[in-house]
Each structure stands twice: as C-alpha cells, then as structure tokens.
C-alpha cells in the first residue's frame, strides 16, 4: 500500500479511526502527483458518513483505499486520491449519502466499474469517492434481469448462461453494467436488438435530494427516457431492471489480416454497417487496427460474434472470403465466449477520440494512412500503443428505439453510420499533453475533411469519447432541451451537475 502523508488541520478524530496507526484524517493529502486539499465541506461528508456507515468508509492509507481508488480502475490515469471512499451496500445507504452530500455541499464521484477512462470521469481528488462495489446482487427473471450496479458484464452473461439467455451489455468482460447501459452501449447483437440502453426496462434512481424513484414506461417516463443514453446526469442508479433473450448459443469468429487486406477488411466493415434488414440475425464485431511503430508492421483483427450456431458463422460471410493470417470459427455461450475476452485494468495510460461518419471504405482507408503517418510524430513516446478501431451503427439498431414507444436521447435516424477512433496508450505522465494534443488535432483535422465531403456525422459516444469531446452536440438540439428540462424537474438543486464529478455533463 503507498504511504500517505497528511499535512494540514486535524479535523477528525484519530480515536475513531479504525486503524490509527496508518489513518491521519487532516486538510490534504500528499500525493506523488502532488497535494491533493481536502476542503471542510468534504470533511464534513467524510465524518457524517463515517458517524452513520462506520464500516463502509475507507481513509486514506486504510486497507482497502488503493484497491478501490486505483486497482477498480482501467485507465492508470483515473486513479485519483480521494478524501474518503463510501462502499455502500444498500440503495438506502446511497440515498443517505446524497443527502450528506448536498447538505455539506460536498463534492463527490462514483464509480461502477471504473472502465471510463479519463481523469476525473468516475474519481475524484479530495472529494468522496462513492464505489458501487458491494451493490453487486442480481436476480434472474423469466425474460428480464435485475441487476445492482457493482456487477460487470461477464457477472451478468454468467447469470444468464444456465437460463440459455443473454442481456445486451459490453463486450469486454470486466466493463461494468451501469455506465455502459447509461451513455448507450454497444454489443455484438445491437443489429437486432438496439443498444444497452435500449434494453432497459426499469431504472431504480436515488435523486439529488435523497428521493429514491424507479423510472419506467409507465412511471416517471421522462426520466426513464433520460436514462437511455443521458449518463449520470440525473441520480444514481441502484438498480437496472434488463431485457433478456434466448440465445443458448453463440457462433464466434476471430480473424487477423495483414495489411495488403485492409482495403477489403474496411470494405467488408462498411458493407455490414450498411446492411439494412427487418429482422436480422443478430450479430457484430470489434474491429481494431493496430501499428507496432517499432517493427512498422500494422494488422487487423475481427472479433464477430453471432446468435446461434452457423458454421461458418454467414453474417461474417464478406470477413472470411478475405485471406486472412488467422481465423477461428467456435460455437460456445456468450458466458463462455466473454470469459476469454478483456482487456485488463491498470496497464495502460490511454487516451480515445472519435467521430462519426457515413460508411465509405476509401475515406476509412485514407483516415488508417493518415493515422499510421502521424503515429511516426509520436513514435518515441514510450511504451507506445496505437490502435484505431472501427464501430458499425446499423439502421436496424437505430430502428429498435425509432419504433418501441420510448426513444432514447441520441435521437438518430435509422442511416448507416460508422464509428472512426483512435486508442492511443502509452507509459508516462510526462506525455499526457503531447499525446491528447496529438490525438484530438489528428481527429479534429480529418473529421474536417469529411465535413468537407459532407459525410461527417457530429455523433459522439460517450463510450469512446476522450474528456475532450461534447456528445450533446451530436443529439439533437430538441432533446438536449428536454434533458435539461428533466434535469430541472428530477434534480432541481443540480446536485448532479454541481457536486457531482465526471462523465459527460449537460453543463449548467
Ligand atoms: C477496454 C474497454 C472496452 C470497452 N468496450 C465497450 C463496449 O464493448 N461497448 C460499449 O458500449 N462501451 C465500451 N467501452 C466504454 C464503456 O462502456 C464506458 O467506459 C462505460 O462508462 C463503462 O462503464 P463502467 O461502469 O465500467 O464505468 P465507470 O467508469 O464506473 O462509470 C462511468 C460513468 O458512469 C457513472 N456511473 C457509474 N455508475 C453509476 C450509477 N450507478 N449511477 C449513475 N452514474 C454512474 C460514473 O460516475 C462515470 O461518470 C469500453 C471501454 C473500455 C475502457
């Protein structure tokens, strides 16, 4: 465990802490990135929560402190040194924090499964860091899935595998289920069932003054429209009610290709974005370019997943008619399938951007050149790893939501759409700037070519954005209204938007 050092005015009682030898509870905290002040509104929040959940507040230097404000977290640049984490175990427990939180006006984060990756999106320095951890119970239904917001994906495809049934959640297994299911969320079946979001069938939310509400079609459906897709911009979720469908099976391909086959590999990526069917057969795929700058080779790799058992898996057709350097074809569960997949938590400082564009695989293939010549500038940062990555917005996945009577905010017609982003990690503090500058410059400047060309979309997921991006530019102007006037309806002392760090806010 790291050593903190505490300066400042003692402001707690070192008799009550649980480990006084290691616990000094003061104005600041010593960090090796620098102090980190701890303001007397955060105290006050730390001590109300201590005086009433005793054994659910982790100090700084506690047992417990680094594993919930780093080792929960993916990106090593979220870690943040917060005054006092709450690991609540109830939604009660969370309700009363809200209320501590606004009575102190205290700031404060949450975090589910810590997979959002830039500084200060689920963390916070001095404030109080709620971890949803503990919140981690589900219960199976007949065609529906209660799940608490400390659960990951692969907790819940599990769930689900003996009931030969799956949710529509994330497609790495430790993402966790609320932030996904809040900003949209994208998996392989979303052709035929729309997106996370899309799929819930009931939010229970503890508001900014404590009141704890469960949004649905038919109760608070303002808010529950707001749900899909609007973040945390309105409560804590303590509980999601989801979807599930029967699918005992799942038919899964992976392929790697050189880079002689990437004009087919872009091709046959637009060409299933643009395939446009009344029912589909639900099925998707990761599609990720990578570039190692010190051998200069780049290679692609499809991970496709589809419902059912087809052997060769036949939405995947366009892919395996392309030569590839490895490819896999294997029937599991989605249980089985998300077990071998993730990408593991505090390896990388990463930095994503995105943009959205009409599907055209020739300006897809000019965005890789332009992408793998601009990775040289950078070719000394250390430890390196460039990768662009290419997500598919089908029209019957837009449809889904155009047409079951609730909607969500991202507002988009049913018009294929192809996501563009560069994953870019690397080692060391010291490149933080010249990476993001890097990454947002590049992004920004051939997101412009396309404006040009008039096949630029000004959709952005909150999913793959970086901190420096503004989703709500991309929905449209009425919805953005009406989540500000739902806003001012369910949280009308903006606990969310003042106190409130991270995500992707509505702005004042
Ligand atoms: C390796 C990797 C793979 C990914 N793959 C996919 C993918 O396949 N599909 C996809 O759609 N996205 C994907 N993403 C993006 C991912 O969906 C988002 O990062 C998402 O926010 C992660 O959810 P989480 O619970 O882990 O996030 P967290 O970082 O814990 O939370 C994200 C945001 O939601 C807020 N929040 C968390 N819980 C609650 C709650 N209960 N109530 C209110 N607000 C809450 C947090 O405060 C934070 O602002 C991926 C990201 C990574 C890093």
């Known amino acids: 465990m790291k050593l903190l050092l505490f300066t400042g005015v003692s402001l707690w009682s070192l008799a009550s802490a649980r480990s006084s030898a290691s616990v000094v509870q003061t104005g600041s905290i010593s960090t090796p990135a620098g102090t980190v002040e701890i303001t007397k509104e955060e105290q006050c929040a730390c001590r109300e929560l201590r005086a009433s959940f005793a054994k659910n507040v982790i100090l700084p230097g506690q047992a417990n402190y680094t594993e919930q404000t780093k080792d929960y977290y993916w990106d090593v640049r979220a870690d943040l040194s917060p005054a006092c984490v709450f690991v609540p175990e109830t939604a009660d427990a969370v309700a009363s924090a809200i209320e501590i939180f606004s009575s102190c006006n205290a700031q404060f984060a949450v975090r589910g499964g810590g997979h959002m990756n830039y500084p200060g999106s689920n963390n916070i320095d001095g404030g109080v860091l709620v971890a949803l951890s503990s919140l981690n119970s589900y219960t199976v239904n007949k065609d529906s899935i209660d799940v608490g917001p400390g ?31 809040l900003i949209g969320g994208f ?24 009141t704890q509400v469960t949004a649905a079609k038919d109760s608070h459906p303002d808010l529950f429209w707001a749900l899909k897709g609007g973040a945390n911009n309105y409560g804590v979720v303590t509980k999601f009610t989801l979807k599930t469908y029967s699918v005992p099976k799942v038919t899964s391909t992976i392929q790697m290709f050189n880079e002689s086959a990437f004009p087919q590999f872009f091709d046959a990526m637009c060409h299933s974005a643009m395939v446009d069917e009344e029912d589909p057969t639900a099925a998707g795929m990761i599609a990720t370019v990578s570039y190692n700058v010190t051998t200069k080779v780049a290679s692609a790799s499809l991970l496709g997943v589809q419902e059912g058992v087809s052997m060769p898996p036949s939405k995947f057709a366009n892919f395996s008619s392309i030569p590839a350097t490895m490819r896999i074809n294997n029937v599991t569960t989605m249980g089985q399938w998300s077990s071998e997949l993730d990408s593991p938590k505090q390896m990388f400082r990463v930095m994503f951007s995105h943009k959205t ?22 070719s000394d940062v250390e430890g390196l790893y460039p990768t662009f990555v290419l997500n598919e917005i089908t029209p019957s996945s837009l449809r889904v939501a155009n047409t079951n009577g609730v909607g969500n905010v991202w507002g988009l017609k049913a018009e294929p759409l192809m996501i563009w982003q560069f994953s870019t990690g690397w080692a060391l503090s010291q490149d933080d700037l010249r990476v ?18 008039g096949i630029a979309s000004e959709f952005v997921y909150m999913g793959d954005a970086g901190g420096w991006q503004d989703p709500f530019v991309g929905f449209p102007a009425e919805n953005v209204n009406r989540m500000r006037d739902i806003r001012a309806a369910y949280d009308p002392s903006k606990t969310f938007s003042r106190l409130n760090w991270g995500g992707f806010k509505l702005g004042m």
């Open 151 to 181: 659960l990951n994906w692969y907790n819940v495809y599990t769930a689900l595998e003996s009931h030969g049934r799956v949710a529509i959640g994330g497609r790495m297994k430790t993402i966790g289920v609320p932030g996904l299911t």
């Open 187 to 210: 998996h392989y079946f979303n052709n035929k069932y729309g997106y996370a979001m899309d799929n819930v069938l009931s939010y229970d939310v503890v508001l900014g003054n404590g």
């Open 357 to 378: 564009m009409k599907p055209d695989s020739e300006t897809i293939l000019s965005i890789y050149k332009a992408w793998k010549a601009a990775v040289e500038q950078i």
């Open 436 to 453: 993001e500058a890097w990454s947002q410059q590049l992004t920004e400047r051939l997101h412009a070519i396309n404006q040009e060309k």
